[in-house]
């Protein structure tokens, strides 16, 4: 027996015990000090020290019942490709991320579509026509999965700008669940701006369980960060909608921070606390903003978010780990973002937000062959991260591939950035990293974009929680 490769441990000073987690079984325990003692010996002495005491034994018991302790390596790594492989292949629910529209009514000085110049003249929008071969190809996929579940999301663009796409497809997409057996949810990814009671109401009904509505940070810096095209400011109109709809369906606040705009989220943080629609916000989460560099923005290609002061790339439309960081150097504000994200999650914690735990990221949808992602054309990606961007689309719901795209899906399909992350604890969780991250800044979607930082902070965060908890599980040797 020999310690797990995926155990972190974290010291309680205060209760001289250690906070320990497994993060492929995902197991935390507090255990006493005697017990990372005990790994310690175990690491040095994989075959086990000749003498443990009977507490030492019942100790080892329990630390190998919960993945702390595994036979040898080799038993440990197929232990972890058999998990991906149960990512890869789950067929417990069929994703489907639809982009209604790539135009936008914002001109958010981080972004280079939207709002600017003539780009919403050009910008693809999804017709009715291709919403229905949408649905077909949908219907197609739950009878071909069989899923218990289904999850729909409207994107963009700003996907409201498209109402006729957004109610067919759920619409017709309920009906088909409903005879299905199947359990629907809709989630909207929206600026807020055209978002009111009608929409909501009308959405209701075919499953709408989460809106999500971006702010970057307070009033002066969102209206900074995410105006109109004339340069007005669009905060308190958002938080009017907001507040509008606040007691009809979940609302999840997310926001892009840069170096210039980070300081302003407690202040954003503070404001919504003292919303009267505050206890209905489920969640808050903040990333960094991913400012694609001029050279790397393929025509069409969704940034999403982020860039840093210097043009490099951080991000992508979504992300589980942001920003680069990977000893290329690829980007010199690695460490800036996941000190501000692990603050930033501290903050939110403390006005009582749920937030992300900095751990449990991923693996993300890309990782998912159930996973896909649909762009106005009818076009299939890997994860919204690509959309747009041509080269690496996978494939058409019409069935119809060219080469190009049987190559991207090939590559998709063997994605597995995390086998060049050695002995790592945190794969489980992070898997290598956003993928589109590692294309963007660092020309490779078969590296790692590595954020470890950023998880071994949200480590600390959860041993503080478990320290705070009244009975955590506790294991003595
Ligand atoms: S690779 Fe994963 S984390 Fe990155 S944009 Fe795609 S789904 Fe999001
Ligand atoms: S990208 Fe970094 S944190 Fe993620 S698994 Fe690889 S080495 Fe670990």
Redesign the pocket.
């Known amino acids: 027996m020999r310690p797990s490769m995926f155990n972190v441990r974290v010291p309680l000073p205060e209760r001289d015990e250690l906070f320990l987690m497994n993060t492929l079984t995902d197991t935390q325990l507090v255990v006493s000090r005697d017990v990372g003692a005990l790994l310690d010996r175990l690491e040095a002495e994989p075959g086990g020290p000749d003498r443990l005491s009977a507490d030492e034994r019942e100790a080892v018991a329990a630390l190998a019942e919960h993945g702390f302790l595994v036979r040898d390596r080799e038993t440990e790594r197929r232990a972890l490709e058999h998990y991906f492989t149960g990512v890869r292949e789950d067929t417990s629910e069929l994703r489907v991320t639809v982009l209604t529209t790539l135009q936008c009514n914002f001109a958010c000085d981080y972004c280079y579509q939207g709002d600017h110049g003539d780009y919403n003249q050009h910008a693809a929008k999804m017709s009715l026509e291709t919403a229905e071969r949408v649905a077909r190809w949908t219907e197609a996929k739950l009878d071909e999965i069989g899923p218990q579940a289904f999850a729909l999301t409207f994107f963009g663009g700003e996907p409201l700008l498209n109402l006729p796409v957004t109610y067919y497809l759920a619409e017709r997409l309920w009906a088909a669940c409903q005879a299905r057996g199947v359990k629907m949810h809709v989630n909207l990814i929206t600026n807020g701006l055209l978002l009111t009671p009608e929409v909501v109401d009308r959405l209701l009904p075919f499953g709408l369980t989460g809106v999500k509505v971006t702010l970057d940070g307070d009033r002066e810096t969102h209206d900074r960060m995410r105006p109109l095209r004339g340069g007005q400011g669009t905060f308190d109109r958002i938080i009017r909608n907001v507040r509008a709809v606040a007691d009809r369906c979940r609302i999840s606040i997310g926001g892009n921070f840069d170096a210039s705009s980070v300081d302003s989220y407690p202040a954003l943080l503070d404001f919504l606390r003292a919303q009267d629609f505050a206890g209905s916000i489920a969640k808050v989460a903040f990333k960094p903003v991913v400012r694609a560099a001029e050279a790397s923005r393929p025509e069409g290609f969704i940034p999403l978010t982020a860039v840093d002061r210097h043009g490099q790339p951080l991000g992508a439309t979504c992300m589980t780990?942001a920003g680069a960081g990977s000893a290329t150097g690829a980007c010199d504000t690695c460490h800036f973002a996941d000190e501000k994200m692990a603050w930033l999650r501290d903050e939110t914690r403390k006005r009582g937000f749920s937030t992300l735990d900095g751990v449990h990221m991923g693996p993300c949808e890309i990782h998912r062959r159930h996973a896909h992602t649909i762009g106005p054309d009818g076009s299939l990606y890997a994860c919204p991260g690509f959309t747009g961007d041509a080269a690496l689309s996978t494939g058409h719901i019409s069935g119809a591939t060219d080469a190009l795209q049987r190559r991207a899906a090939a590559r998709f399909e063997r994605l597995a950035a995390?086998k060049d992350?050695q002995d790592?604890a945190?794969?489980p969780v992070?898997?290598?990293?956003c993928t589109t991250a590692a294309h963007a800044e660092l020309g490779d979607l078969d590296k790692?974009?590595?954020?470890?930082a950023s998880?071994e902070a949200g480590v600390v965060s959860l041993a503080r929680e478990a320290a705070a908890a009244a009975e955590p599980q506790l294991v003595h040797s």
């Open positions: 780990s995390w992350c790592c945190f794969i992070c898997a290598g990293g790692p974009s590595c954020h470890k998880f």
